[in-house]
């Protein structure tokens, strides 16, 4: 079958198997790599995507299911001011490490810093429970996070 849907802004066509999942079209099929696959089972986040401003799972989410939908993914986001603060943030506080989880958390935090541009510690713990860092280096992500929230806080107080 055949499905649309825009993917970071452009409009893709993409032939589908009714069963293949989301990770796997943008990887093989549309060449996408920042989307990783983790555990395969929703547990690590790295395959994290955003599907019309939510985060969204793309190893448990359907290809079909995005069928006239907004895809964003980290290379989706390079002209985005918040993105590119929290990109900052996370290369200032080194929270890179592998890389492996980055786009995941990146994700994340994007999300994360639009619905709540002054989260707490706790807030930011809380929304990325479902992420996995096998580095087990939070300290600094949940830094990043933080530092991203200071920048965006001081920039709309100018």
């Given at each position: 079958?055949?499905?649309?849907?825009?993917?970071?802004?452009s409009p893709?066509?993409?032939?589908?198997?009714?069963?293949?999942?989301?990770?796997?079209?943008?990887?093989?099929?549309?060449?996408?790599?920042?989307?990783?696959?983790?555990?395969?089972?929703?547990?690590?986040?790295?395959?994290?995507?955003?599907?019309?401003?939510?985060?969204?799972?793309?190893?448990?989410?359907?290809?079909?299911?995005?069928?006239?939908?907004?895809?964003?993914?980290?290379?989706?986001?390079?002209?985005?001011?918040?993105?590119?603060?929290?990109?900052?943030?996370?290369?200032?506080?080194?929270?890179?490490?592998?890389?492996?989880?980055t786009p995941?958390?990146?994700?994340?935090?994007?999300?994360?810093?639009?619905?709540?541009?002054?989260?707490?510690?706790?807030?930011?713990?809380?929304?990325?429970?479902?992420?996995?860092?096998?580095?087990?280096?939070?300290?600094?992500?949940?830094?990043?996070?933080?530092?991203?929230?200071?920048?965006?806080?001081?920039?709309?107080?100018?």
């Open positions: 079958m055949r499905i649309k849907f825009r993917l970071n802004g893709v066509e993409v032939d589908v198997e009714p069963n293949e999942l989301l990770i796997n079209v943008l990887r093989d099929k549309l060449g996408i790599t920042s989307v990783k696959y983790g555990c395969g089972i929703g547990e690590c986040g790295a395959c994290t995507v955003i599907v019309d401003g939510e985060p969204v799972l793309s190893c448990l989410t359907l290809a079909v299911e995005v069928d006239g939908r907004n895809v964003i993914t980290v290379e989706g986001l390079q002209d985005d001011p918040l993105f590119n603060i929290i990109k900052k943030a996370f290369l200032e506080e080194g929270a890179i490490q592998c890389g492996y989880c995941g958390f990146v994700l994340m935090a994007w999300s994360l810093l639009r619905k709540n541009p002054k989260p707490t510690i706790d807030h930011v713990k809380e929304y990325l429970r479902g992420n996995i860092c096998r580095c087990t280096g939070y300290v600094n992500i949940l830094r990043a996070i933080l530092k991203a929230a200071e920048q965006i806080s001081s920039t709309t107080k100018k």
